[in-house]
């Protein structure tokens, strides 16, 4: 810290507030701590009866923390992501599109542990919306030394550290089991939720068929989906453990190979999760129709970006796949589902 002229303090940085004080009408800060000196600035200062000041010059081998934050931000911006201005050193990473928000955990630890840098995201793959801020970025100290700066711009260029992947309009086959529905004893209410789910996302309903408790027939559906060109198929009911549950074996039937039966999560354990050629199956439980939010708002977004669920990413899900069933649904903004 140093005391300089006010005329030979440009590109320096402030060390304090300067407050401001016109009585009756005004007192707050005119110029912040952490300021970098404009010429600009100077007949302001003057006025406010500023001749000399305390700063700090910016060293060689130093950066402000805007510019520090700047560049962090810069090196973990993937596509789908803008910038903020730096406020106070803190520069935002704002979601572009609705989209799923990545980010590589390894590569942000490692960021993390260089001393005095911080990067705040939210947790990896939630499902933002446009304009959302998801990191926010800033170094400890006012004043940075460059190299740990260029340590994060290296990792950053290895990988994107975060990124928001947007979604894919798929053509989506819904069949909905159960012969009560099938006969007509009840009225469908299942896939009217699935499908304004799935449109939620821009994709498109192609086909909607019923069929009873009956295996062949559902193999038989799953098929036809997929020459018809479906993208993503979606069965629901009959998915526990009564002898006309039959949704999983008609899904096995149909040639589907099987990622998983079953999930950590509640609501939506019975779930069933294969893939016939590229085409994900999803076989939903009861839950799905009763339930605001469940496994399914989890799965979809990942199978809308064109990520390949796998079973340790379905495992993965058990911590944080407790819905809390709260009287007025958060999600995603929840600790539902953290775990993907
Ligand atoms: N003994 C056990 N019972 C249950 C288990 C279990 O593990 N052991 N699992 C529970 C879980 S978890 C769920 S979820 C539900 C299972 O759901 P299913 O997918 O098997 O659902 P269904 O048996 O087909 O139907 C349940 C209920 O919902 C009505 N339903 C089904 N589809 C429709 C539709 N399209 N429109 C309107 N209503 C529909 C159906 O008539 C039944 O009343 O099981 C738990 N039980
Ligand atoms: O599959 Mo059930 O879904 O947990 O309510």
């Known amino acids: ?41 100077i007949p302001r200062l003057l006025q406010l009866g500023k001749e000399h000041l305390y700063v700090w010059e910016v060293k060689e081998g130093f950066l402000h923390e805007n510019d520090a934050g700047l560049r962090i931000a810069r090196a973990i911006q993937g596509v789908g992501l803008a910038l903020t201005e730096p406020r106070e050193g803190k ?15 390894e590569f942000l630890t490692s960021i993390n542990m260089i001393e005095e840098i911080v ?19 800033r170094v400890i100290p006012l004043l940075i030394e ?39 004893r009840i009225q469908d209410k299942f896939g009217p939720v699935v499908k304004a789910k799935v449109e939620g996302y821009g994709c498109e309903v192609m086909q909607h068929i019923l069929v009873p408790d009956d295996r062949d027939q559902i193999a038989q ?15 629901t009911g009959g998915m526990s453990v009564d002898p006309d549950d039959v949704s999983p074996s008609g899904i096995r039937k149909a040639g589907a190979e099987i990622v998983t039966y079953g999930a950590p999560v509640l609501p939506g354990s019975m779930l069933m999760v294969a893939y016939l050629g590229q085409v994900p199956v999803l076989g939903l439980p009861g839950c799905v129709m009763y339930h605001k939010t469940t496994v399914f708002d989890l799965l979809l977004p990942l199978v809308l970006t064109g990520r390949q669920l796998t079973r340790p990413m379905i495992v993965k899900l058990g911590l944080g796949g407790l819905c809390l069933e709260c009287e007025v649904c958060q999600y995603p903004a929840c600790s539902f589902g953290t775990g993907a």
């Open 119 to 137: 990067a705040a995201t939210r947790n990896n793959h939630r499902p933002v919306k446009k304009g959302d801020i998801v990191a926010g970025v």
């Open 1 to 41: 810290m140093q005391i300089v002229r006010v005329e030979e303090a440009i590109g320096n940085v402030l060390c304090h507030d300067i407050t401001q004080i016109v009585p009756g009408e005004f007192k707050g800060q005119a110029f912040k701590k952490g300021h970098i000196i404009t010429e600009q600035d």
């Open 146 to 184: 460059e190299a740990k700066i260029k340590t994060v711009e290296a990792i950053g260029q290895a990988a994107a550290v975060t990124a928001v992947s947007p979604y894919r309009a798929c053509k989506v086959g819904i069949i909905t089991t159960g012969s009560e529905v099938y006969h007509g």
């Open 91 to 105: 520069v935002s990473l704002v979601a572009e599109y609705d989209g799923l928000f990545t980010v590589n955990e």
């Open 221 to 235: 559906a799953v098929r036809a989906l997929i020459a018809d060109g479906a993208d993503l198929i979606l069965t």
